[in-house]
Every structure is written in C-alpha cells, then in structure tokens.
Nanobody, 124 residues
Framework: QVQLEESGGGLVQPGGSLRLSCAAS????????IGWFRQAPGKEREGVSC????????YYADSVKDRFTISRNNAESTVYLQMNSLKPEDTAVYYC?????????????????WGQGTQVTVSS
C-alpha cells in the first residue's frame, strides 16, 4: 500500500527556513516521481516543486525559485523540500504526491497518491 507522510512544518518568522520531509512506505521510491504542492485557505492547490525518479530533472514554481530546493534519498525512501527566505505568502498546507513514472510535473492531476499534508505558517 502506497503511503506518504509529510513532516517538518511549523511556525516560522519571515526570512526563516524550514525543511519538509516526505517519507514513503509500501513501495519502492526509486520508480516514482515526487511532487510537492501547497494549498492556502481559499486558494487552489498549486505545484511548488517536483523531482523525477532519478533526480535528474527538477522543476520549481516561479514563486519559489531560488528559495526552495527539492532533493531525494531513495535509500531512505524520503524526499525533502528545503525552504529558505520564507515569506508570509508561503503559508499553506504542504503536500507531497507521487506517481510511478519517469518524469515529474507540477500538475496535481498527474499524481495518484497523496500525503495528509503539513502546515507551514510564516508570520511574525
């Protein structure tokens, strides 16, 4: 059974950093692409970043480029999202998602399995 569990969210001041983790279980992460998404209250879910199953291709939304870094450790079955220079507009529930495929996209409809999400709040 494919399961994803996010962790690492919390309250941080503007300009601060957080590292989110997405722990995978029930499947071999090596064959799956991973995406990070977020959803703020009253807004649609948006793609933040994604990484191909090999890690060779990575994409970022323009809103987080140069501030967020995605990485994966297949041996640990974990994908990370390092978030630096956080802004209040980054406040949202962050989700990881996966699909057994080579490449990744920032489209939520392209993913089959989702975690429960972790809350990130950026506020002074």
């Amino acid at each position: 059974q494919v399961q994803l569990e996010e962790s690492g969210g919390g309250l941080v001041q503007p300009g601060g950093s957080l590292r989110l983790s997405c722990a995978a279980s029930g499947f071999t992460l090596d064959y799956y692409a991973i995406g990070w998404f977020r959803q703020a209250p009253g807004k649609e879910r948006e793609g933040v970043s994604c990484i191909s199953r090999s890690g060779g291709r990575i994409y970022y939304a323009d809103s987080v480029k140069d501030r967020f870094t995605i990485s994966r450790n297949n041996a640990e079955s974990t994908v990370y999202l390092q978030m630096n220079s956080l802004k209040p507009e980054d406040t949202a529930v962050y989700y990881c998602a996966t699909k057994r495929r080579l490449w990744c996209t920032l489209g939520a409809d392209d993913y089959d399995y989702w975690g429960q999400g972790t809350q990130v709040t950026v506020s002074s």
